[in-house]
């Protein structure tokens, strides 16, 4: 997969910091990379699910995807990655084992891609976008460091 610049830099700072997800937004349908593990059954089901959490003003909005039967992934996202869920009907998951970036380009050791219907409840998202207009999300690493203390097992 050929790779822009800003795409390259979000995963070499993913692989630096060891964390497993990014969103992208195409012209297309939105997609969630993963860099770690890849669903192995055949058809597997996948449920999604968007939420803000705060905690003293501070915000941040996660996404919880659960392949059912095999792992769960957390999604850190903004509100411009939330706008791309509403316009879209489809999502496109793209798991990517041992990534490497080579000439510009995502090398993977094994990859896999699943489009599934976008099932996400469009009228939440609007709220969760209004939410954040009106108020701003404050310090999102403190949010997440407080979902994290809150949560050791995510609400998947």
Same mark, same amino acid.
């Given at each position: 997969?050929?790779?822009? #610049?800003?795409? +390259?830099?979000?995963?070499? &700072?993913? @692989?630096?910091?060891?964390?497993?997800?990014?969103?992208?937004?195409?012209?297309? +349908?939105?997609?969630?990379? %993963?860099?770690?593990?890849?669903? %192995?059954?055949? $058809?597997?089901?996948?449920?999604?699910?968007?939420?803000?959490?705060? #905690?003293?003003?501070?915000?941040?909005?996660?996404?919880?995807?659960?392949?059912?039967?095999?792992?769960?992934?957390?999604?850190?996202?903004? $509100?411009?990655?939330?706008? !791309?869920?509403?316009?879209?009907?489809?999502?496109?998951?793209?798991? *990517?084992?041992?990534?490497?970036?080579?000439?510009?380009?995502? $090398? *993977?050791?094994?990859?896999? @891609?699943?489009?599934?219907?976008?099932?996400?409840?469009?009228?939440?998202?609007? @709220?969760?976008? +209004?939410?954040?207009? @009106?108020?701003?999300?404050?310090? &999102? +690493?403190?949010?997440?460091?407080?979902?994290? #203390?809150?949560?050791? !097992?995510?609400? *998947?």
């Amino acid at each position: 997969m050929k790779l822009s #610049q800003d795409l +390259e830099e979000k995963i070499n &700072t993913l @692989k630096k910091f060891g964390l497993f997800t990014i969103t992208v937004k195409t012209d297309k +349908e939105p997609i969630i990379f %993963y860099f770690g593990d890849m669903p %192995y059954s055949e $058809v597997p089901i996948i449920h999604l699910r968007v939420f803000l959490y705060c #905690q003293e003003k501070n915000c941040v909005i996660l996404g919880c995807a659960n392949i059912i039967g095999e792992f769960k992934m957390e999604i850190k996202m903004g $509100v411009e990655f939330v706008e !791309e869920l509403i316009r879209s009907d489809k999502i496109l998951f793209y798991f *990517c084992v041992d990534p490497t970036i080579e000439n510009h380009e995502l $090398v *993977c050791e094994k990859e896999r @891609k699943i489009m599934i219907n976008n099932s996400l409840d469009k009228n939440q998202l609007r @709220k969760i976008k +209004e939410s954040v207009e @009106k108020n701003g999300l404050g310090d &999102t +690493e403190y949010a997440l460091a407080s979902y994290y #203390q809150d949560f050791v !097992e995510p609400p *998947c």
